[in-house]
């Protein structure tokens, strides 16, 4: 069915006359009918989509202004008044998201004016909500101290080109965002940026879920409460050392891909975890929790910090030939789909079909920035097509384990470029749990030597992994172990496990207990419980896209006669 005509005109582009139309999805050219007698001649058709489009300015009232990505001032040209100029989404062959600026040239300024006014009515009326207003964090201290001359460079200037107002805080010490998302009246902003790492971007999702919790009468203490969804989304640009989010949640980590899904208002639902000990939250993780090797290794760099990222090699090394391992329960509950599994070596891309089948009624709009209408079941619903969703077991590995690692995303970076949980997705409401049980030093090396080369890390005896909704973890030690006497790593199910109060917690300096990596931060508590919630929050963000099936180009074309019925 042919889309609706809101404009068409002829317009000059690169200096060729074109018939051009804008409808209510899309700006399409093809070659002026009227500039050849040959009607019958081939022709390619170009169109970009209304939702990949930023802004349309007329030239002379952009003049003086710097054009993106430049740091010199556009010239006014004899013709300003009279041409253009669209400003839109391409991709390149890496997957990276850039500005290409259209050039339109008009007969009269009236006819000019006229488009302009018309392409920004129909942006507005795009399905997924642009900012307008964002609050934007800056953290001058996180990677490798950048991220103020990114967001300058990069960032600052596309906000500008789309009209969105900023508010921008440089943060001065750990929690410093956090605790600004806690404090401040936030009623004017309908978004919040956060240039630096994963560890700015975790401090802003705890501050603001547990802003939304206290505002909405949520006991966000008791384990057993379901918290509730911030309306609030949050982006992120990378300036991190990892950058783990963005990576998983874009694909690349490069500032101008993630600034521009900001600008569109790509919208993405994300899982979190909430983490507990006993009726305390200790905090929300946003992507990794590691005890064990990479527990101790975060531990033992805090007292490095002066070497910089090299002190994770460097605590690394020293970790490994320790080789300890630690006795410990873990009691899980299963996913319970069939359908995906840690190992079945899928990926979360841009409409994922298990994400998707996972969004309830509150988060039908995941991935709104594709004009998907694909929807999920009602999760709230009790009936019996809910069975499959809702049949794991719970069970319980007891032993000593080398590591114990909980991914929420794959975790890719520059060593591990598939992430410890290559499989995983960001909004099924499960978390891939890994357990190293305890093994020499050589079979713990070619574990990490796998996981650092792509090699399939799960493939040993010694290594399990699990697909889960939640766990507990308990520490023990020798004597309780053989107490137990169950041989180590025996699974039983029993449901009743995960609701007994955690009473004991080993000190902080017992050797035979490690610590928590927390999203990077130190969790000395080893006793803890773990929830996924599903897609909990939302980001600023479109999804890691296929590059293989990329068009280079975001305008796309097709050969077309120039009969104006076979392309209107």
Same mark, same amino acid.
């Given at each position: 069915?042919?889309?609706?005509?809101?404009?068409?005109?002829?317009?000059?582009?690169?200096?060729?006359?074109?018939?051009?139309?804008?409808?209510?999805?899309?700006?399409?050219?093809?070659?002026?009918?009227?500039?050849?007698?040959?009607?019958?001649?081939?022709?390619?058709?170009?169109?970009?989509?209304?939702?990949?489009?930023?802004?349309?300015?007329?030239?002379?009232?952009?003049?003086?202004?710097?054009?993106?990505?430049?740091?010199?001032?556009?010239?006014?040209?004899?013709?300003?008044?009279?041409?253009?100029?669209?400003?839109?989404?391409?991709?390149?062959?890496?997957?990276?998201?850039?500005?290409?600026?259209?050039?339109?040239?008009?007969?009269?300024?009236?006819?000019?004016?006229?488009?302009?006014?018309?392409?920004?009515?129909? $942006?507005?009326?795009?399905?997924?909500?642009?900012?307008?207003?964002?609050?934007?964090?800056?953290?001058?201290?996180?990677?490798?101290?950048?991220?103020?001359?990114?967001?300058?460079?990069?960032?600052?200037?596309?906000?500008?080109?789309?009209?969105?107002?900023?508010?921008?805080?440089?943060?001065?010490?750990?929690?410093?965002?956090?605790?600004?998302?806690?404090?401040?009246?936030?009623?004017?902003?309908?978004?919040?940026?956060?240039?630096?790492?994963?560890?700015?971007?975790?401090?802003?999702?705890?501050?603001?879920?547990?802003?939304?919790?206290?505002?909405?009468?949520?006991?966000?203490?008791?384990?057993?409460?379901?918290?509730?969804?911030?309306?609030?989304?949050?982006?992120?640009?990378?300036?991190?050392?990892?950058?783990?989010?963005?990576?998983?949640?874009?694909?690349?980590?490069?500032?101008?891909?993630?600034?521009?899904?900001?600008?569109?208002?790509?919208?993405?639902?994300?899982?979190?975890?909430?983490?507990?000990?006993?009726?305390?939250?200790?905090?929300?993780?946003?992507?990794?929790?590691?005890?064990?090797?990479?527990?101790?290794?975060?531990?033992?760099?805090?007292?490095?910090?002066?070497?910089?990222?090299?002190?994770?090699?460097?605590?690394?090394?020293?970790?490994?030939?320790?080789?300890?391992?630690?006795?410990?329960?873990?009691?899980?509950?299963?996913?319970?789909?069939?359908?995906?599994?840690?190992?079945?070596?899928?990926?979360?891309?841009?409409?994922?079909?298990?994400?998707?089948?996972?969004?309830?009624?509150?988060?039908?709009?995941?991935?709104?920035?594709?004009?998907?209408?694909?929807?999920?079941?009602?999760?709230?619903?009790?009936?019996?097509?809910?069975?499959?969703?809702?049949?794991?077991?719970?069970?319980?590995?007891?032993?000593?384990?080398?590591?114990?690692?909980?991914?929420?995303?794959?975790?890719?970076?520059?060593?591990?470029?598939?992430? $410890?949980?290559?499989?995983?997705?960001?909004?099924?409401?499960?978390?891939?749990?890994?357990?190293?049980?305890?093994?020499?030093?050589?079979?713990?090396?070619?574990?990490?030597?796998?996981?650092?080369?792509?090699?399939?890390?799960?493939?040993?005896?010694?290594?399990?992994?699990?697909?889960?909704?939640?766990?507990?973890?308990?520490?023990?030690?020798?004597?309780?172990?053989?107490?137990?006497?169950?041989?180590?790593?025996?699974?039983?199910?029993?449901?009743?496990?995960?609701?007994?109060?955690?009473?004991?917690?080993?000190?902080?300096?017992?050797?035979?207990?490690?610590?928590?990596?927390?999203?990077?931060?130190?969790?000395?508590?080893?006793?803890?419980?773990?929830?996924?919630?599903?897609?909990?929050?939302?980001?600023?963000?479109?999804?890691?896209?296929?590059?293989?099936?990329?068009?280079?180009?975001?305008?796309?074309?097709?050969?077309?006669?120039?009969?104006?019925?076979?392309?209107?």
């Amino acid at each position: 069915m042919a889309e609706d005509v809101v404009l068409f005109s002829v317009l000059k582009l690169a200096g060729k006359p074109l018939d051009v139309t804008l409808s209510s999805r899309t700006i399409s050219w093809v070659a002026s009918a009227s500039s050849t007698a040959e009607t019958r001649e081939v022709h390619h058709y170009h169109f970009v989509k209304m939702s990949k489009v930023i802004t349309a300015v007329v030239d002379s009232e952009n003049a003086g202004d710097k054009n993106p990505g430049s740091a010199k001032p556009r010239k006014l040209d004899n013709h300003d008044d009279l041409t253009f100029t669209v400003h839109c989404i391409r991709r390149n062959s890496q997957g990276k998201w850039r500005v290409r600026e259209l050039k339109f040239e008009c007969s009269d300024q009236e006819t000019c004016r006229r488009w302009v006014a018309h392409i920004k009515e129909r $942006i507005v009326k795009q399905g997924n909500v642009r900012p307008q207003n964002l609050l934007v964090f800056i953290n001058p201290y996180g990677g490798k101290k950048e991220a103020g001359s990114i967001y300058d460079t990069h960032t600052a200037p596309l906000f500008s080109l789309a009209g969105i107002k900023t508010t921008v805080i440089y943060t001065e010490a750990k929690n410093h965002a956090r605790d600004v998302m806690l404090k401040r009246d936030l009623t004017e902003f309908d978004g919040v940026v956060c240039v630096g790492g994963d560890g700015t971007f975790a401090e802003v999702v705890n501050g603001l879920l547990v802003r939304t919790q206290q505002e909405g009468g949520v006991d966000y203490n008791d384990p057993d409460t379901t918290p509730q969804c911030p309306l609030m989304r949050i982006g992120v640009i990378p300036a991190g050392s990892t950058d783990v989010i963005v990576c998983d949640t874009t694909g690349v980590t490069d500032p101008v891909t993630s600034t521009l899904q900001i600008v569109l208002g790509c919208s993405l639902g994300l899982d979190i975890c909430s983490v507990h000990s006993g009726h305390q939250l200790l905090r929300y993780t946003v992507s990794f929790m590691g005890y064990g090797f990479l527990g101790d290794v975060l531990k033992d760099s805090e007292s490095h910090r002066w070497m910089g990222p090299h002190r994770y090699d460097f605590s690394g090394f020293k970790k490994y030939f320790g080789n300890k391992a630690y006795a410990g329960e873990v009691t899980f509950l299963t996913s319970g789909d069939e359908d995906h599994h840690p190992q079945d070596k899928t990926k979360c891309r841009v409409g994922c079909a298990v994400c998707l089948r996972r969004s309830d009624s509150q988060t039908s709009d995941v991935f709104e920035c594709l004009d998907s209408s694909t929807g999920g079941p009602d999760l709230q619903d009790d009936n019996k097509s809910l069975v499959k969703e809702n049949n794991g077991s719970w069970k319980k590995v007891t032993g000593s384990f080398c590591a114990v690692n909980a991914a929420l995303v794959s975790g890719c970076n520059r060593l591990a470029p598939n992430g $410890i949980a290559p499989s995983s997705h960001l909004g099924n409401g499960c978390l891939d749990l890994l357990l190293v049980h305890k093994c020499s030093r050589f079979n713990f090396l070619r574990h990490l030597i796998r996981l650092g080369n792509s090699g399939n890390h799960f493939n040993f005896d010694f290594v399990e992994v699990h697909r889960v909704k939640e766990f507990t973890f308990k520490s023990l030690t020798s004597q309780d172990l053989k107490s137990a006497g169950n041989p180590a790593g025996e699974s039983t199910s029993n449901t009743s496990l995960v609701k007994q109060r955690q009473s004991r917690y080993q000190a902080t300096g017992d050797s035979n207990t490690s610590t928590w990596n927390l999203d990077g931060e130190v969790g000395d508590i080893p006793d803890i419980n773990v929830h996924v919630h599903c897609q909990l929050i939302k980001i600023f963000a479109y999804g890691r896209e296929d590059v293989k099936s990329l068009n280079a180009s975001c305008c796309m074309s097709r050969n077309r006669t120039k009969n104006k019925s076979a392309w209107r």
